[in-house]
């Protein structure tokens, strides 16, 4: 099982664009990089998936290099709504567990 | 994607007794999960709950302190037994989405407080 690393908390303001990175150094080439959203007592909620080079969504763009070993997800103009706590996980394809570690995520407190 | 709805959002428990939480998806799905969110803390695994078979427990949590049911492949329920405070978590019911690629979906959860 592939583990993540990512910062523990980032500050930014509002308008600008975040960048959070996400280290999975043993990445399996069956594994898709996902990431997640949580706000306080509520579930995580899928922002975006990608396996390789460059996926865009309404919400946010996540960039994952050749060797795939870290990706970084970028949320353009960010707003106070966005704070919230962003979780990066591996899944892997075909698998049956749902025992994907998650890490601690990064806490991203957008000021006005 | 896979709406879940999960009941109840929350309630406060007296230490001894036990509570049942109720998952259902909005349509079939093989594979769904439960996960414990501590105060502050990251998501942590209980089961793993799939249809026709037993619930597989991971490191740390006993079918006798979380019984868990499966009876068709869109709901499940997980129950707290025996509370103690140390129980006060989010309890989360997950499920897993092959549609166009790999993906998780989360309810909203269950916040339990165990006085």
């Known amino acids: 099982l592939a583990k993540t690393t990512q910062p523990i908390s980032m500050d930014s303001y509002e308008g600008q664009e975040v960048n959070i990175t996400c280290s999975h150094n043993?990445?399996?080439?069956?594994?898709?990089i996902t990431w997640y959203q949580q706000f306080p007592s509520q579930g995580p909620r899928f922002i975006i998936q990608g396996y390789k080079t460059k996926v865009t969504n309404e919400v946010a763009s996540l960039f994952i290099p050749a060797d795939r070993k870290s990706s970084t997800l970028s949320l353009p103009r960010v707003s106070l709504s966005d704070t919230a706590v962003y979780y990066c996980l591996v899944l892997n394809y075909g698998g049956s567990q749902g025992n994907l570690i998650f890490g601690k995520g990064t806490k991203l407190s957008v000021k006005p | 994607s896979a709406v879940i709805s999960q009941k109840p959002s929350r309630d406060i428990c007296q230490r001894g007794t036990s509570l049942t939480i109720q998952c259902q998806v909005d349509s079939q799905v093989t594979m769904m999960f439960w996960y414990r969110q501590q105060p502050g803390q990251s998501l942590t695994l209980i089961a793993t709950a799939n249809q026709g078979s037993e619930a597989t427990y991971e490191s740390g949590f006993v079918i006798d302190k979380f019984p868990i049911s499966r009876p068709n492949l869109t709901f499940s329920t997980l129950t707290v037994s025996n509370m103690s405070p140390e129980d006060s978590s989010i309890y989360l019911c997950?499920?897993?989405?092959?549609?166009?690629?790999?993906?998780?979906?989360f309810g909203s959860g269950t916040q339990l407080s165990v006085l």
């Open positions: 997950s499920v897993r989405d092959r549609g166009g690629g790999e993906k998780l979906f």
């Open positions: 043993n990445i399996a080439t069956n594994d898709y």
